[in-house]
């Protein structure tokens, strides 16, 4: 986009969470860089593509705890703020502090296959804080995973688990046990050389005819036989304990672990360029700002146009 490539601009990202395997979604993330701040990983990403780009890399959660960081003159020398947040405290934070110092702020959100994209620029757009949205009911799937705060965080990391054991990993095994062949398909052969000598030793083990089977989540089961939700309930509560986080029964487990809802990349990609679209504007002193919502399924795109006032010199 050439945004802060020109030697002046600068473009501070900051984030308090480290990379998950989970967040194979986004896109400047692989697996080398699990464990790691997805602040510097993304910065240096964007660098390696565009030299000439200017990014500084924070490892801050924007709150009133962290104001000596995010001070007055950090927020006065901003020309735009986007915001890529899953949680209404962090939304509102920023959203006041984009008002106060009369800061531009694009904000997006997305919810399963829907997304959208919000303009709002102070004192002539309504700012996100100005309606009253209700409580959040449902735990999207990029929610801060190293710092559970409550039980439907431990619930998603424990779903996020059963999946990756017993619905992805037999995948990969049995793809393997049908082609060991896998040196073409493998970024980083060097790295995981040693786990191929050992799969193959493993394999030889097993009859030829051995394959893994996949397991589902269910959360609609009846079946007191099927354990699923007994072992999502048993791992949560374990993280939970972990964090003095109040336990719960498989019941409300159960209840908790139906409501989450999965990221889809498709909507994540919309949301980003349907912003960007924007940032283009408020970069460049067009007026025509844009308020989107996209319900991919339905293949609807409905959006309002809002049109400059010359009330906005208050």
């Keep these: 986009m050439g945004v802060s490539c020109d030697g002046k601009g600068k473009l501070t990202i900051t984030d308090d969470d480290v990379i998950q395997k989970s967040n194979g979604r986004q896109f400047l993330f692989h697996d080398l860089n699990v464990g790691q701040a997805k602040s510097t990983v993304a910065a240096s990403a964007a660098v390696a593509i565009n030299p000439n780009f200017h990014a500084e890399a924070l490892q801050n959660r924007v709150s009133p705890e962290t104001e000596n960081v995010f001070d007055d003159t950090f927020w006065e020398n901003l020309s735009v703020v986007v915001n890529v947040l899953d ?11 984009c008002l106060y110092f009369r800061k531009p702020l694009l904000e997006s959100g997305k919810h399963g296959a829907k997304c959208n994209t919000r303009m709002v620029i102070p004192h002539l757009i309504e700012n996100y804080g100005a309606p009253s949205d209700p409580p959040e009911k449902k735990a999207p799937m990029c929610t801060v995973r190293s710092f559970p705060h409550n039980i439907d965080r431990c619930l998603t990391w424990a779903r996020s688990e059963f ?5 992805k990993t037999p995948i990969v095994v049995n793809a393997f046990l049908s082609n ?22 493993c394999r030889d083990n097993l009859q030829p005819e051995f394959r893994m089977k996949q397991i589902q989540f269910n959360k609609m089961q ?8 007994d072992l999502i309930a048993g791992l949560a509560n374990m993280r939970a304990r972990n964090y003095s986080i109040p336990e719960v029964d498989k019941l409300k487990a159960k209840v908790i672990a139906g409501r989450i809802i999965p990221a889809i990349a498709t909507s994540t990609a919309m ?4 912003v960007y679209l924007e940032l283009y504007k408020v970069l460049d002193g067009h007026t025509k700002w844009r308020t989107t919502g996209t319900p991919l399924p339905t293949w609807h795109f409905l959006y309002s146009q809002w049109r ?3 009330r906005l010199k208050s």
Excluded: F, W
């Excluded at 999946?163 to 619905?167: A, D, K, Q, T, V």
């Excluded at 009846?222 to 939700?229: A, F, K, L, V």
């Design 87 to 97: 949680n209404v405290n962090s939304r509102l934070c920023v959203d006041k502090r």
């Design 180 to 201: 060991p062949n896998v040196e073409d398909s493998i970024d980083d052969e060097a790295s995981i050389k040693e786990l191929i000598v050992k799969l193959e030793q």
């Design 271 to 274: 949301a980003t360029g349907l």
């Design 222 to 229: 009846d079946d007191d036989t099927i354990y699923h939700m």
């Design 308 to 310: 400059s006032q010359s």
């Design 163 to 167: 999946e990756g054991l017993l619905e």
